[in-house]
């Protein structure tokens, strides 16, 4: 009897030990530990005149990581490392782009040239560079104080700087979806892509420099091309996306619209109209008697719908809608004799015949896989910025683009894909 | 670090339940007999949901002793994940009585296995132990049937990504109250 029971004892001891330790070690409710990780800047300010003491002068080359818009000069091609910069790159042979240079410009996005003289903002300032020599690039004019949104405060004596354009920072609990979503959104909104084509937010016409931001317009006279002169703001209202100029208008993009501006005047432009639809993010390309806007759903466009619409603004004052054309994810767009050229999200770069585009598109050529923003059509090559770099095409016939480089980006630009 | 101590604490009771079955196989080698243990039940817990755990034990019976050693594999059907436990266990019988008191543990680790997984969400799997107190009833021959009450840990991991924009990661530690009926043969 004893033996018999001597080992099955250890054996409940052991079980009943056992219990009381996992009940014990264990608290008695379910947790879920949430790690979120996501790219983001941190963000520090520096007053007025650390600021402007930082240098913008010309550096060695740097890896492209995230770059936006391009504006092609001569044989260079200038492309902005957003919030960063400007990488100017030897274009003389497509095929083999070479990088030539980095340009320091904190808070840059956007670019135009005029007369050998490149403007960019730089957070608060435009500044103006003599590019005349572009291996040899000269600051020539700061102009202090338009862009007063970038202030950090009321006294307008600091400036918020953004350190390390995308990190990757890892949250816990405490960290509300809400927040998550918002630093998102600035990433995103910190991006325009394509300077000089469609997603333009600095246009040059007669004279005059036009820098649209999310409310804004500025006007910048520069008749004197290296030294521009800031004239007046005139607020347009929510969700200004694009700009892009014709025949002495400017046609703005919005997310709720068209609005179409008489600049005969260029110092003083005059509301003529805006084409309403639904809400979308817009690039708008004008060509003669037609004007093309795509709109678009996306995180940053609130809900719509996918199109390009052909619009008729022989009367600028009524523009009216000819034909809506479904499209996937459409973002900027270009015109080079008589095709368009379309940025398409996950459906890639289309070329149609642009007439055809009044009744049935008839698709020429689609290169897919590349996730496309903007498109740029130049004399030596067809400039395409996608999510992984820059890819320049010969379009000499656009049934048949022919790939000539592609400069890749450090890191492939996955936002991109849903922008 | 906790998953340090939980697999330490683990490897523990895999240690003790190996060293249970061989010495009891040793001294009582001549009385056992194939045992099966298949229960269902729920489990009670905080973090939202009721779910479904369907279990079923095959081992070896040491009559005298009153033990059974094994393997128990299921089913656990949380609502942020499923998962295939795989465990050591065991069985221990109070007395020979029709209506026998009984510990139970089963201890392992669970699968994702049943899962499907996308490129934006991948799960995971985690440790897994389960003491339980319960009572056999002697009433339907040869099938006896159970009624258990126990304490189940369990980890296991969901992760959401958007692309490479952003992931969230969300670890579990299930700790909940098992309720059970089974069949015992």
Known sequence: ?419 | MTAYIIKRRINFFALAWLFALLSAANGYAQSYTYANHTEAGIMVGTLGGLPVNFQTFNGIRFKKLQLEAGLTIGIDSYQQIVLVPVAAGLRCYLNHAKTAPYFGMDAGYSFDWVEKETSDLKFGGGYMLNPVVGLRFGNLKPNKTTLSVGYRHQLASAEEGFNQLYTTKREYSFNRITIRFGLSY
Request: charged content about 20%; hydrophobic content about 35%.
């Open chain 1, 1 to 419: 009897m004893e033996a018999k029971l001597q080992t099955p004892l250890t054996f409940r001891y052991f079980l009943a030990v056992s219990l009381f330790i996992s009940l014990t070690f264990l608290s008695s409710c379910d947790t879920e530990k949430r790690t979120t990780t996501y790219f983001g800047k941190i963000s520090y300010e520096v007053d007025l005149s650390t600021f402007r003491a930082l240098s913008v002068s010309q550096q060695p080359p740097t890896e492209l990581s995230n770059s936006g818009a391009i504006y092609v000069y001569g044989n260079y091609l200038f492309i902005n490392e957003r919030g960063k910069g400007i990488h100017i790159v030897d274009n003389t042979n497509p095929s083999i782009p070479k990088n030539l240079s980095f340009l320091p410009i904190e808070g840059n996005q956007n670019m135009a040239v005029n007369s050998n003289i490149l403007y960019a903002d730089n957070y608060i300032d435009l500044l103006a560079f003599d590019i005349s020599d572009p291996q040899n690039i000269k600051l020539v004019k700061r102009v202090e104080d338009v862009f007063l949104e970038a202030y950090s405060d009321n006294q307008k004596t600091r400036i918020r700087l953004y350190k390390d354009t995308i990190i990757t920072n890892t949250y816990k609990e405490e960290i509300s979806y809400n927040k998550r979503v918002e630093d998102l959104l600035y990433l995103s909104s910190s991006g325009s892509y394509g300077q000089g084509g469609s997603l333009a937010r600095f246009t040059l016409l007669n004279d005059h420099l036009y820098a649209i931001d999310h409310n804004d317009m500025r006007l910048f006279s520069v008749s004197n091309a290296s030294s521009p002169k800031y004239l007046k703001k005139i607020t347009l209202g929510a969700g200004i996306e694009t700009i892009f100029p014709a025949d002495d208008k400017l046609f703005i993009g919005s997310t709720t619209g068209m609005h179409i501006y008489d600049a005969a005047i260029p110092s003083q432009p005059a509301f003529l109209s805006t084409y309403t639809h639904v809400s979308s993010c817009d690039p708008v390309i004008v060509d003669g008697k037609l004007a093309y806007v795509t709109l678009r759903s996306g995180n940053m466009c609130q809900a719509g719908s996918n199109q390009l619409q052909v619009i008729n603004i022989e009367n600028p004052k009524s523009p009216a809608l000819i034909r809506s054309n479904p499209m996937n994810n459409p973002h900027g767009l270009t015109i080079s004799g008589e095709s368009l050229y379309l940025c398409d999200g996950a459906s890639g770069l289309k070329v149609f015949n642009k007439t055809s585009l009044k009744t049935t598109p008839n698709l020429l050529h689609q290169i897919k896989e590349i996730y496309p923003t903007d498109v740029l059509a130049t004399p030596k090559s067809l400039i395409v910025t996608a999510y992984d770099g820059i890819h320049q095409y010969d379009y000499s016939n656009p049934s048949k683009l022919i790939e000539l480089s592609h400069l890749q980006l450090s890191k492939p630009q996955y936002d991109r894909i849903y922008y």
